[in-house]
């Protein structure tokens, strides 16, 4: 069970972006890459967006996890807020479960439960093997890592900006 629900949490926080953290990064002038370091047990799994003192945006790529390269060297020494989306690592809890945010169990909870349960299963030759039921729970997690993902993207405001440009209308060549 520790094993499936740590890979269920892994692939929940890599799909979704929910669990973010921001890392202030002294930068120095002329120099690009930097290592980032979240301060929990937890692995960064992309670059979400860097802004400067200023709040203006910064051109980053981060090629591999945690190491920040910055498309132009900074002119100064200065500031920079560094948004990451993290997900778990080893090592994991005396008990052996994976550490992750208190508030994320207390929100998705059951879709985690969902998640685990559809896996669970779906392991073949087992007492608790149930295809049927393991489809069931299977697709309530996928809704709810799709709602989840649209919950982080919003930013978790009720109803927030839905509208989007009519595609019928958006212009595809720049002639």
Same mark, same amino acid.
């Given at each position: ?7 269920l ?9 929910? @669990? +973010?953290? /921001?890392? /202030?990064?002294? &930068?120095?002038?002329?120099? !690009? ?12 799994? !992309? =670059? ?14 981060? $090629? +591999? ?5 910055? &498309? ?8 920079? *807020?560094?948004?990451?989306? =993290? +997900?778990?690592? /080893? ?11 208190? @508030?994320v169990?207390? %929100?998705?909870? *059951?879709?985690?439960?969902?998640? *685990? ?8 030759? $087992?007492?608790? *093997?149930?295809?049927? =039921?393991?489809i069931?729970h ?6 709810? %890592?799709? $709602?989840? $993902? ?6 978790? &405001?009720?109803?927030?900006?839905? @509208? ?9 060549? @720049?002639?």
């Amino acid at each position: 069970i520790q094993l499936e629900l740590f890979s269920l949490l892994n692939e929940f926080f890599q799909e979704t972006n929910i @669990w +973010t953290e /921001d890392i /202030d990064v002294p &930068v120095i002038a002329g120099l !690009r890459d930097y290592v980032l370091v979240p301060s929990g047990v937890s692995a960064i799994n !992309r =670059l979400m967006g860097v802004v400067n003192s200023d709040g203006l945006q910064v051109a980053a790529l981060m $090629k +591999t996890p945690g190491e920040l390269h910055l &498309v132009y060297p900074p002119n100064v020494a200065a500031i920079y *807020t560094v948004q990451v989306a =993290l +997900t778990v690592t /080893d090592p994991v809890t005396r008990e052996g479960y994976p550490e992750f945010p208190d @508030w994320v169990l207390n %929100k998705y909870g *059951t879709d985690i439960l969902d998640g *685990t349960l559809g896996r669970m299963m779906s392991q073949p030759a $087992k007492p608790y *093997t149930n295809e049927r =039921l393991s489809i069931l729970h299977s697709r309530r997690f996928e809704t709810a %890592k799709s $709602k989840a $993902k649209v919950e982080a993207q919003h930013r978790n &405001v009720y109803r927030g900006q839905s @509208w989007r440009f009519p595609q019928s209308f958006a212009s595809r060549n @720049w002639r």
